[in-house]
């Protein structure tokens, strides 16, 4: 399984921006797609998943503001970032897991700042 995350770069606060990452292989109906960020200095976190079916789960410091939807027909997952603060600067990287694996992409960049 691989996976293309794209779409990061520089925005201001308060703005918006939209990831993307599209998954390949080997994929089996059954998974979840997630989003995890890593910012300078501090370990990754999660920040959502989506089910196949469409069930979603996000952590405190996103909900309200983030969204998370996939597309199953190409297998992508997209992440729309609303109301971005500079704390939300990091490097974003989507996940596959299915059937007790995770996959990772390559992960995005993503800073907000004046």
């Known amino acids: 399984v691989q996976l293309q995350a794209s779409g990061g770069g520089l925005v201001q606060p308060g703005g918006s921006l939209r990831l993307s990452c599209a998954a390949s292989?080997?994929?089996?109906?059954?998974?979840?797609m997630e989003w995890h960020r890593q910012a300078p200095g501090k370990q990754r976190e999660f920040v959502a998943q989506i089910f196949a079916a469409g069930s979603v789960r996000y952590p405190g410091p996103v909900k309200g503001r983030f969204v998370i939807s996939r597309n199953n027909a190409n297998n992508t997952v997209y992440l729309q970032m609303n109301a971005l603060k500079p704390e939300d600067t990091a490097v974003y990287y989507c996940?596959?897991?299915?059937?007790?694996?995770?996959?990772w992409g390559q992960g995005t960049l993503v800073t907000v700042s004046s």
């Open positions: 996940a596959l897991s299915q059937r007790g694996d995770r996959y």
């Open positions: 292989g080997n994929i089996f109906s059954s998974n979840s």
